[in-house]
């Protein structure tokens, strides 16, 4: 059965991932606040952490900054970052849809499709109440979320992604298959590690992750006590999503 985030793919993460631009999306996380009145610094919540970059990013800012992640796995390696750093983030285990850390923040983060993996209503409605719970009054809320528009035009693509880590060489290959009824996208990883040794080690991946209209965002904001200010094209924020635009972001405050 496979494991989403599991101890093999938090070990080769950060080296899949090491040309995403995090410091340039802090700073659209910061152009947003500002454009809609945020302080800063200020405390944030950053909910599906992962292996912390966003937060790293935010805390070296001088924001006070606690992730959360549902993965053991993916915390282990922010913790480890967060050893050999100053001013770091605080990180606890815990799920999106039911998190209680019995205190609030004045802007709460989800990042990197966070939202997409609450796969139906029930889990969409029970993650964005955690987060309406952990808001000051008229604090901001910034996620963001696969685009359906697109998904819809565009259709999935087969994608390979090679990358180093220390003295392997790291490729994982995904296929998608899209559930349109369900607004689904079954994403199957097949990742390879090829040491120095020439020892290949293998596994794979399932995630699902659900996509949104941006006319359904409004609604289920809305449901939980939000209001959305803002949907954007995502990374570019330059106009509102439309089918050329794989992702967008979006910003709600708390009422």
């Known amino acids: 059965m496979s494991v989403v985030f599991g101890r ?16 340039g999306e802090t700073d659209l996380i910061e152009r947003l606040l500002a454009r809609h009145g945020g302080s800063r610094p200020c405390p944030i919540l950053d909910i599906g952490c992962g292996t912390g970059k966003h937060a790293f990013a935010l805390a070296r800012r001088g924001y006070d900054v606690t992730g959360i992640d549902r993965s ?3 915390l282990a390696h922010a913790r480890i970052t967060a050893s050999r750093q100053g001013n770091v983030p605080r990180f606890v285990v815990a799920d999106a849809r039911d998190f209680q850390l019995g205190e609030r923040f004045a802007v709460a983060l989800m990042m990197f499709t966070v939202l997409g993996y609450q796969h139906d209503d029930a889990d969409l409605s029970s993650a964005l109440s955690a987060v309406r719970a952990h808001l000051e009054p008229d604090g901001f809320f910034i996620f963001d979320v696969w685009n359906g528009l697109a998904i819809n035009a565009q259709g999935p693509e087969r994608r390979t992604v090679t990358a180093n880590e220390g003295s392997s060489c790291v490729t994982r290959t995904s296929s998608t298959r899209v559930e349109p009824d369900k607004r689904l996208c079954h994403v199957h990883f097949e990742i390879n590690q090829a040491g120095a040794d020439a020892v290949t080690k293998s596994w794979s991946e399932d995630h699902t992750l659900r996509y949104f209209l941006p006319s359904e965002l409004g609604s289920a904001l809305k449901a939980q006590r939000f209001e959305l200010l803002d949907l954007l094209r995502f990374p570019e924020a330059d106009t509102t999503p439309d089918e050329h635009a794989w992702n967008m972001i979006g910003v709600a405050r708390a009422l």
């Open 72 to 74: 053991p796995f993916m």
């Open 8 to 23: 093999d793919y938090a070990d080769v993460y950060n080296a899949i991932y090491r040309a995403k631009d995090y410091e």
